[in-house]
């Protein structure tokens, strides 16, 4: 018997038409993320799907252990379309919960472990959520308490599911040892798959609803385009539940050919190098501020031969620094520009050196649309910088529970105004310029951060450079450089008498110089690792 699809209140549909058009033409499939993945290991039973701290499952152990978990799920009382919040570390145990709860139609609310109560008790308050699954200490902080805490104000949270810190453990055993469910539609493809996390550039983060259709398409654009195949070990150092880990081509990429997924804790090179040594991982997916400590570190003496790829994306990656990747690493860079509301784009495995050093990619379908365009909401030439708008069979029509957003955020014909300003060129490759609110705008003189930060990361001293608007009353806004040295050595040389004249040999603009710069020894990061400006701004 068909399941028909779930209606969630809160989620802004996709008009029928454009379900009806996607379907025809072969961007959604009819398939759910559990099947995808057990279509696979039907083909390779005894491949290794996952490795992760001392365990290795095979797809047959991996599906074997998500109908066991399952069952010990529904016996929760777990149901189709109730909600969950999923807030645990790089571990396998993550993987088996989210197919668990897909398997049983239900819908993880996907946190990064960074998250404290401020963010938990959001997503628990406004998804209305029955369970929360965490482990029980985190970077210092005891989250089993925080747990206990939130199950006693929160009458709809029936149950706290605590692991160990590093994962697995006596609840998860436990679980485990009510049998076992058999493999079943219990879902529509149509159904929402999961709330995912905005990355709070604004705030306190955003909800956004991705159906199995969506991140389907997602994950097999991802995989045609990056050449994800059964030989690929990519290790997974990104916070396994962001967009990047997931499905671009993160894990379920990997699963839909039968490739294998090494887990790392996080991407710093001690936690990764000796992995990639290890299991001879061939690919990997960082952030910006993650690769120039690859490029930066002293690690170096472990064999990374087996690495062919570098992906990366998330934030801005500066010219000076995609031209070290090839020569410095002996592996392809991989650039790619998205968001968790859907599109992302990347560079194809062919593309000129030229292109892939300065372009985040383009778009692999004509599916994806996008308008590109300035203030007054007329398209721009190739070349000319305007703002991104996007729509398409990736892409969400709003967030959850959230119609003031939406009402911002997305146009009346479901475009997402993503924020970012990119330039488009003849061919259609985007190269982003920088986010809208983060451009500076000096008297009048309007500044790139980007731009800077890229001069500065010439400079041998610099590690990273971070540039932000500080608010001035005779401008309005005064230009402001964080700057992090290689070493302590470097640090006396990076004032603004010394760099400035630095800046302007490379050919920048006086209005565009620093007003200000300050030598730190880090900056702030986002949950997921990406430098935040938001934090930066509020320091002044
Ligand atoms: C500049 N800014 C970028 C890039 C993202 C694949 C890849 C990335 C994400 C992601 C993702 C950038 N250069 N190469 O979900 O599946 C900034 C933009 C964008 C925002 C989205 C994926 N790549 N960005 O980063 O939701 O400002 O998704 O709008 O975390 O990151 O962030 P997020």
């Not at 008790?121 to 989250?143: K, M, N, Q």
């Not at 690859?294 to 801005?316: F, H, P, Q």
């Not at 971070?466 to 608010?471: A, C, P």
Request: charged share 25%.
């Amino acid at each position: 018997m068909a399941i028909q699809p779930l209606t969630l209140d809160g989620v802004v549909p996709y008009p029928p038409d454009t379900v009806a058009e996607y379907l025809a033409k072969g961007y959604w499939h009819d398939q759910t993320l559990p099947e995808l993945l057990f279509a696979t290991a039907r083909r390779y039973p005894d491949k290794l799907a996952v490795i992760d701290r001392d365990t290795q499952l095979t797809y047959a152990q991996l599906t074997d252990e998500i109908l066991r978990l399952a069952a010990g799920l529904k016996e929760r009382g777990l149901r189709r379309g109730e909600r969950v919040v999923v807030h645990l570390p790089n571990t396998y145990e993550y993987i088996v919960f989210v197919f668990a709860l897909w398997e049983l139609g239900v819908v993880p609310v996907v946190a990064p472990i960074a998250h404290r109560r401020a963010e938990i008790e959001h997503f628990i308050d406004i998804a209305s959520a029955r369970a929360y699954i965490t482990v029980a200490s985190d970077a210092g902080t005891d989250l089993a308490a925080m747990a206990a805490d939130l199950k006693d104000r929160w009458p709809h949270l029936e149950h706290t599911l605590v692991l160990d810190p590093a994962g697995g453990g006596a609840e998860y055993d436990a679980l485990l040892s009510k049998g076992s469910l058999v493999h079943a539609r219990r879902c529509n493809p149509q159904d929402v798959a999961l709330l995912q996390i905005s990355g709070g550039t604004t705030g306190i983060p955003k909800l956004m609803p991705h159906t199995h259709h969506t991140y389907g398409y997602a994950l097999r654009r991802s995989v045609a385009e990056r050449g994800i195949t059964e030989r690929t070990v990519h290790l997974l150092v990104m916070p396994i539940c962001h967009s990047m880990s997931t499905r671009s081509p993160g894990f379920l990429g990997a699963f839909s050919v039968g490739a294998t997924v090494v887990i790392a804790p996080n991407g710093s090179p001690d936690a990764a190098f000796p992995l990639i040594e290890r299991h001879r991982a061939n690919r990997v997916t960082l952030v910006p501020p993650i690769l120039l400590a690859w490029l930066n570190s002293s690690l170096r003496t472990y064999d990374l031969s087996s690495l062919e790829v570098i992906m990366c994306g998330g934030a801005k990656l500066s010219e000076e620094v995609a031209r070290r990747v090839e020569p410095e690493f002996g592996v392809q860079l991989s650039q790619s520009f998205g968001m968790g509301e859907g599109l992302v784009v990347s560079n194809p495995a062919d593309v000129d050196r030229a292109t892939s050093v300065r372009y985040q990619g383009r778009p692999a379908s004509e599916a994806d649309e996008i308008q590109v365009i300035d203030d007054e909401g007329e398209d721009v030439p190739p070349g000319e910088p305007g703002h991104l708008l996007t729509r398409g069979p990736s892409v969400i029509r709003g967030y959850y529970r959230n119609p003031e957003q939406n009402a911002l955020a997305f146009t009346a014909d479901g475009f997402y105004r993503t924020g970012d300003i990119v330039e488009r060129d003849e061919r259609g490759f985007i190269r982003v310029v920088g986010r809208s609110k983060d451009q500076i705008n000096r008297g009048g003189d309007k500044i790139a951060p980007e731009e800077l930060e890229n001069a500065f990361l010439a400079h041998d001293g610099i590690h990273n450079a971070s540039v932000i608007g500080v608010d001035d009353e005779a401008l309005g806004e005064r230009i402001k450089a964080y700057l992090i040295p290689r070493s302590p050595e470097h640090a006396t040389e990076l004032t603004l008498a010394k760099l400035r004249p630095f800046l302007r040999e490379r050919g920048l603009a006086t209005f565009k110089l620093p007003d200000f710069v300050e030598v730190v020894d880090e900056f702030p990061y986002t949950a997921v690792g990406k430098v935040s400006k938001r934090l930066q701004r509020e320091q002044n």
